[in-house]
């Protein structure tokens, strides 16, 4: 969605207070204006889900790689230059036959960006916050995923500073894949756990 | 505090409504862009913390806080933070003019990020497969117990680390205290269904419980 200036809608409240806000700050020398661009290009087009995808694919091809992950992920998913703000204390948490993990921060939304960039508007919703840990299997039901009765759900509520990445099954009939195809396959939502079975896509097989 | 933020558990908000992944921007309107920016540009003066911003947020009316939107809701305690705090007054922007980051120190600071684990020669007073109960002490100023595990029983899934305690750091006092995923199944949280939640607690929150 766009947010064009038509001289027909009036700019919001909000935009007129943050409008008002970076003028002050900036005649004041308190912010930069450059500074402001630069952290909102990071996470516009540096910093996203591309970086988990890549741990993902890692964890699939490299058991050495996943055993450091499950003992201390914030330095093996630091070892890929994924370091920083809202991910100094990353942990995985791996799907598995009998098992689906899903995210949520319910008091407020908690993520890890190193991996995944900023969260998406339905993270950060109440509904979302809400049904996650009472109603786990509704929530992925309206994201299209039906998880089987006898799967065990894991629902990690994001209370303090630890931030979770679950790492999906690798899907069938990718053996010939490269680390990189691989990655193609990984989606966001998966790696939040909303979404469980992953699409093979391209002409591999 | 249990206020508009502590959502774990409501009924009737509706449906998600997800965007579909490929089709999802990361900002939405040129204005939440800004308020983003200026939230952590601001931040980086190091005049208050993460809890302390988290609080601000949080201590909106609850009908104020779920009816904005989450940038809305950013805005509204970057707004409180530098009331409360006067910094906008004469004698704070000097002093803080010092502090204001270039786009050159941007990547550095964010690669940095802000860690919050404390060295301790302390040991944890809970172990993996320790029976615990949820302190029921709803605490009025900020903390990060949701409401939904209040009173209930888990056990230790892991000891996470000893890590800065937000109750008090909203306060502006950094102590540490063990934090720990605690396991809380769906029955004794919702008395239905069969999922278990992870939620992180720290120290002060648990109490032992006597295996029966």
């Keep these: 969605m766009s947010d064009p200036h038509d001289h027909t809608t009036p700019p919001s409240d909000a935009e007129l207070r943050t409008k008002a806000l970076e003028t002050l700050l900036i005649e004041k020398g308190l912010v930069n204006s450059q500074a402001l661009n630069a952290l909102i290009d990071t996470y516009e087009n540096k910093v996203g889900p591309r970086n988990g995808a890549t741990v993902v694919a890692k964890a699939w091809c490299d058991s050495n790689y996943l055993d450091w992950l499950r003992s201390d992920a914030t330095g093996a998913i630091g070892s890929l230059g994924f370091t920083g703000r809202q991910g100094e204390h990353m942990k995985i948490v791996e799907n598995t036959d009998s098992i689906h993990n899903l995210v949520v921060c319910t008091l407020c939304s908690c993520y890890p960006w190193t991996v995944l960039g900023l969260p998406p508007v339905w993270y950060k919703s109440a509904p979302y916050r809400a049904r996650a840990v009472s109603d786990p299997r509704g929530v992925l039901a309206e994201f299209g995923a039906i998880v089987a009765e006898k799967t065990n759900i894991r629902v990690w509520d994001s209370t303090a500073e630890m931030r979770y990445l679950v790492i999906p099954q690798r899907p069938v009939g990718t053996e010939n894949f490269s680390q990189t195809e691989l990655a193609n396959l990984v989606t966001r939502n998966s790696m939040i756990g909303v979404e469980r079975d992953l699409q093979v896509t391209g002409d591999k097989t | ?212």
Aim: with cysteine; hydrophobic share 35%.
């Design chain 2, 1 to 212: 505090m249990n206020g508009g933020h502590d959502l774990g558990g409501v009924d009737g908000l509706g449906p998600i409504n997800p965007e579909p992944e490929a089709l999802e921007s990361v900002f939405h309107h040129e204005w939440e862009k800004r308020a983003f920016a200026l939230t952590l540009a601001c931040g980086f003066w190091g005049q208050w913390n993460l809890d302390e911003s988290r609080h601000a947020r949080e201590r909106q009316h609850p009908a104020d806080y779920l009816k904005n939107t989450y940038y809305e809701n950013w805005l509204q305690g970057l707004e409180t933070l530098l009331a409360e705090k006067r910094l906008l007054e004469d004698e704070n922007i000097q002093k803080l003019s010092s502090k204001c980051i270039s786009a050159d120190s941007v990547g550095d600071i964010l690669s940095r990020g802000g860690p919050v684990n404390m060295p301790t020669d302390t040991t944890p007073a809970f172990h993996p497969g320790d029976d615990v109960k949820v302190m029921n002490n709803h605490i009025t100023g900020h903390t990060r117990v949701p409401r939904y595990c209040a009173g209930r029983i888990g056990f230790i899934e892991a000891v996470q680390g000893f890590h800065v305690f937000p109750d008090a750091n909203a306060l502006g006092q950094r102590t540490g205290q063990y934090l720990y995923s605690v396991r809380i199944s769906a029955q004794e949280l919702w008395g239905r269904d069969s999922h278990s939640v992870y939620v992180d607690l720290w120290q002060p929150h648990l109490t032992s419980v006597r295996k029966s």
